[in-house]
C-alpha cells in the first residue's frame, strides 16, 4: 500500500501550517501531499479563514522537491475549464511534474452561496464535470501548434492556443471519485488514472470498485491502468490514552472512530484492520490528518505503520 497525507485546510489552517505538513510528509517518505478544495469549514469556525488549493499548491510546488501534490477534489463549479488547465500545468511546471488532479461535480451548497458561486443541481454539475473532464485533458493533449476548439452545453471554446503544456505526458493523472452507480464509472473509464472512495464503509467501497473495474473493461482499457484507492481519517496512537488525546484534539469519540476509519488505534490494530481493505484491491490510502499540529502522528505513521504495510 501507498501512502498519502490529506489535509482539510477549511477547517482551519495557514499556507504556513500545510507547508509544515508538506515537509515533514516529504521527509518521513509519504507519496503525496493532498488537500481539499472548500472554502467553507464543516465544522467550527475555520479560522482563520480558506486558502485557495491551486494558490497553495503553486508554493508548495516551490518549497518541496520530491513528494506529489494534488486536490482530493477541486470542484468543477468552483473554475471555468480553461483556466483551470492554464493553472494545473503551470504547478506541474512550478514542481518539475509532480501534480495530480481531483476533479468532482462539487456537492457543498454553503460554501458556494458564501461566496458567490452557482450551485445547479445536481444532473448539471455533472454535466459541467464531464465537459471540464474533456476540455481540461483536450487542451492538454492537443499537438502543439495546433489549436484545440470545444462545442458543449456549457462551455464552447474556439481556436485556443491549448498552452501551457504540462511537464507530464500525455497529462498530470486524474483521480476521480464517489459512489455514484453510472456516470462516475464511466467517467472514470475514460479519464482516470486513479479512483477514490473516501470515508466509506468496506462494501460500499467494494461494490463501487467493481463498477469502476467494470466500466474500465468495457472501455477497452486494461483491468490494472487505474489504481483504486480510499481516504480514512487518522488517529493513531501507541496506546489508548494517546488515541484518546488525538481524538479529544480534532473534536471526535474514539469509540465513534474506531467503527468508521481501519486508520484508527494501535499500529498493530491500524495493520490489521487495512488487510481486508487491501484485499478488495485498496492499493493507495489518503490519510486524513485533521490536527496539523501534530507532526508526530505523521512520525508514528511512518515508523510503525508503514513499514509493515510496504
Not at 507547508?19 to 488537500?35: H, I, M, N, S
Not at 500545468?89 to 514542481?95: F, G, I, T
Not at 479529544?248 to 484492520?273: F, H, M, Q, W, Y
Request: aromatic fraction near 8%.
Amino acid at each position: 500500500m501507498e501512502f498519502r497525507v490529506f489535509v482539510e485546510p477549511q477547517q482551519g489552517a495557514r499556507y504556513s501550517d500545510q507547508l509544515a505538513v508538506a515537509r515533514a510528509a516529504e521527509q518521513l517518505g509519504f507519496a503525496a501531499f493532498f488537500r481539499s478544495d472548500h472554502y467553507v469549514a464543516m465544522s467550527g469556525d475555520g479560522l482563520p479563514g480558506p486558502t485557495d488549493s491551486w494558490v497553495t499548491l503553486g508554493a508548495l510546488a516551490r518549497e518541496t522537491s520530491s513528494i506529489r501534490l494534488g486536490t482530493l477534489v477541486s470542484s468543477a463549479t468552483f473554475r471555468y475549464p480553461g483556466p483551470l488547465a492554464i493553472a494545473v500545468a503551470q504547478v506541474d511546471e512550478m514542481s518539475g511534474g509532480r501534480v495530480e488532479l481531483g476533479l468532482g461535480s462539487g456537492w457543498f451548497e454553503k460554501e458556494h452561496r458564501a461566496y458567490g458561486i452557482p450551485f445547479p443541481p445536481l444532473r448539471e454539475r455533472f454535466d459541467r464535470l464531464a465537459e471540464q473532464l474533456a476540455i481540461v485533458t483536450g487542451l492538454w493533449t492537443a499537438e502543439p501548434g495546433t489549436t484545440f476548439d470545444h462545442t458543449g452545453k456549457y462551455y464552447t471554446i474556439a481556436g485556443s492556443p491549448a498552452l501551457p503544456k504540462p511537464v507530464q505526458r500525455p497529462h498530470p493523472p486524474i483521480v476521480i471519485g464517489g459512489l455514484g452507480a453510472n456516470r462516475t464509472p464511466r467517467l472514470a473509464a475514460q479519464y482516470a488514472a486513479e479512483f477514490n472512495v473516501p470515508f466509506q464503509p468496506l462494501d460500499a467501497v467494494a461494490t463501487q470498485f467493481g463498477r469502476v473495474a467494470e466500466a474500465v473493461v468495457a472501455a477497452g482499457r486494461p483491468a490494472d491502468s487505474i489504481v483504486y484507492s480510499c481516504a480514512f481519517v487518522v488517529c493513531a496512537g501507541r496506546d489508548d490514552a494517546e488515541i484518546a488525546r488525538r481524538a479529544a484534539a480534532i473534536g471526535r469519540d474514539v469509540d465513534e472512530l474506531r467503527s468508521n476509519s481501519p486508520l484508527v488505534g494501535t499500529p498493530g490494530e491500524i495493520v490489521e484492520k487495512l488487510a481486508p481493505w487491501r484485499d478488495i484491491g485498496v492499493r493507495r490510502v489518503y490519510t486524513q490528518l485533521l490536527d496539523l499540529s501534530d507532526l508526530e502522528h505523521l512520525e508514528l505513521l511512518a515508523g510503525e505503520v508503514i513499514p509493515q504495510l510496504r
